[in-house]
């Protein structure tokens, strides 16, 4: 099974709108952590934001918030107020605390199209 | 702080010859993760090195190998190439802390492989 899920292989969105990236996840562990990176099309993975499995209110970043549903085991991202050089690929990743490693599990993206 | 580091960024071989690639994690860390990207099978886990020992391994055949020195500088090898082998192969570090939710990963710019 999946662990994680991102459903929109593509999302397009006007500049200076909000858009919501989908991601919902499986673990059976109780403390977990949900990353999410951005990577243009030169490559590198930029870390965007991250949620704690025990973290009580979502994440923000500046233009990037969290949508974090326990219950649902959704992790979405919003980003506010677009700009053309969001366009890129999106990835959500977790790190299950257990297993001891620092390994990352990713979906399989999402292409965001921002136009002008 | 410096980022992470790939050398060489862009590496032409042929089927049958053998790659290093290599890894500089920001100062402080000591867990250095390898990744293989590709556009059928997105990013997949290659292996973990913590304080010069392999932490964690994915699935991979054992022509990909990988060691970690002193300095928590990381190389990873991969013999007998093969078409397959053609991606992008990122590396991420981190403090590696075991019981740490946020043991956020930062990756370098990646090295694309050709294989021909």
């Known amino acids: 099974a999946q662990k994680i899920t991102q459903t929109q292989p593509g999302m397009f969105v006007q500049e200076k709108e909000a858009v919501t990236l989908d991601c919902t996840y499986d673990?059976?562990?109780?403390?977990?952590?949900l990353f999410w990176y951005k990577q243009p099309s030169s490559g590198e993975m930029i870390f965007l934001i991250y949620?704690?499995?025990?973290?009580?209110q979502n994440a923000t970043e500046g233009r990037y918030s969290l949508n974090f549903q326990k219950a649902r085991k959704s992790a979405n991202l919003v980003i506010s107020a677009s700009q053309l050089g969001d366009s890129a690929m999106y990835f959500c990743?977790?790190?299950?605390?257990?297993?001891?490693?620092?390994?990352?599990?990713f979906g399989k993206g999402t292409m965001l199209l921002v136009s002008p | 702080k410096a980022g992470v580091t790939q050398t060489p960024r862009y590496l032409i071989k042929t089927r049958g010859q053998q790659v290093t690639l290599s890894c500089s994690p920001i100062?402080?860390?000591?867990?250095v993760s390898w990744y293989q990207q590709t556009p059928g099978q997105g990013l997949q886990f290659l292996f973990e090195?913590?304080?010069?020992?392999?932490?964690n391994k994915g699935n991979f055949p054992g022509r990909f190998s990988g060691r970690q020195f002193s300095n928590s500088r990381s190389e990873m090898n991969v013999s007998t190439l093969e078409l397959g082998d053609s991606a992008l192969y990122l590396c991420?570090?981190?403090?590696?802390?075991?019981?740490?939710?946020?043991?956020?990963?930062?990756f370098g710019p990646g090295t694309r492989l050709t294989v021909l």
């Open positions: 991420a570090s981190s403090l590696g802390t075991s019981g740490l939710q946020q043991d956020t990963q930062y």
């Open positions: 673990t059976s562990d109780q403390s977990y952590g």
């Open positions: 949620q704690g499995s025990y973290d009580e």
């Open positions: 990743a977790m790190r299950e605390v257990n297993s001891g490693y620092s390994t990352l599990t």
């Open positions: 100062s402080g860390h000591r867990s």
């Open positions: 090195y913590f304080s010069e020992t392999q932490r």
